[in-house]
């Protein structure tokens, strides 16, 4: 079966400063990974997605992601973080192509402090 | 190009009451699902189909009903509201490249 764990439930950086907010997935077969981004009372975004191509997935908005198969991660990083980044990040693995259904992690609550 | 459409976007309900949220897309996907968002839950989903006339049950179905005469509709009935159901509500399309869509939400609150 498989699974998703964010590992921080709250992130908190300074404007300017890198952010790294950390998923590790379990599944048997290949994965597709995905990261979401949810801004307060609103819908979920698709930052970037893995679909077994290259491991180092560039996303909107300067975000990007990392597939390890041997740590099992997929971890979202970005730079240098902006105000705007401030929201709820979700990271998903399917397994399964089209047909798969999604997992979702619990979600990292990112802050941004100017 | 609408993408996911959900209506309504707020609904406050009775313990006992039905209702039914509306979930439409046109972009001719097969795969539709439903998901409940709880805090610090992340998404649960709660049925799934593959296409027109084919429906399953996700992690959390109990309460709810789906249904799916057409590829465009996938909506989702609660048959009998309790505050458990107190939830914000995402329907969700998934194209052939694995790309999904999600609608913008229906916060529903059960008193």
């Known amino acids: 079966a498989q699974s998703v764990t964010q590992l921080d439930s709250h992130v908190s950086v300074s404007e300017g400063t890198p952010v790294l907010l950390r998923c590790n997935y379990s599944?048997?077969?290949?994965?597709?990974l995905f990261w979401y981004v949810q801004h307060p009372n609103k819908g979920l975004q698709l930052l970037l997605k893995?679909?077994?191509?290259?491991?180092l997935v560039k996303g909107i908005n300067g975000f990007e992601a990392e597939f390890k198969k041997s740590e099992t991660s997929f971890h979202l990083t970005k730079p240098s973080a902006h105000m705007s980044d401030a929201a709820e990040y979700f990271c998903?693995?399917?397994?399964?192509?089209?047909?798969?259904?999604?997992?979702f992690g619990k979600g990292t609550k990112l802050s941004v402090k100017p | 190009n609408a993408g996911v459409t959900q209506t309504p976007k707020f609904q406050v309900l009775k313990t006992g009451q039905s209702m039914t949220l509306q979930c439409a897309q046109d972009?001719?996907?097969?795969?539709m699902s439903w998901y409940r968002q709880d805090p610090g839950m992340g998404l649960r989903l709660i049925h799934y189909?593959?296409?027109?006339?084919?429906?399953d049950q996700g992690e959390v179905p109990n309460g709810y009903n789906v249904s799916r005469s057409t590829t465009e509709d996938f909506p989702l009935r609660l048959l009998s509201a309790a505050p458990s159901q107190t939830s914000v509500y995402f329907c969700?399309?998934?194209?052939?490249?694995?790309?999904?869509?999600f609608g913008e939400g229906s916060w529903l609150t059960v008193v």
């Open positions: 969700a399309s998934r194209n052939s490249g694995n790309t999904i869509y």
């Open positions: 599944s048997s077969y290949s994965p597709s």
């Open positions: 893995y679909t077994s191509a290259a491991t």
């Open positions: 998903v693995v399917s397994v399964g192509g089209s047909q798969g259904n999604l997992i």
């Open positions: 972009m001719n996907h097969e795969y």
């Open positions: 189909s593959v296409g027109a006339g084919i429906t």
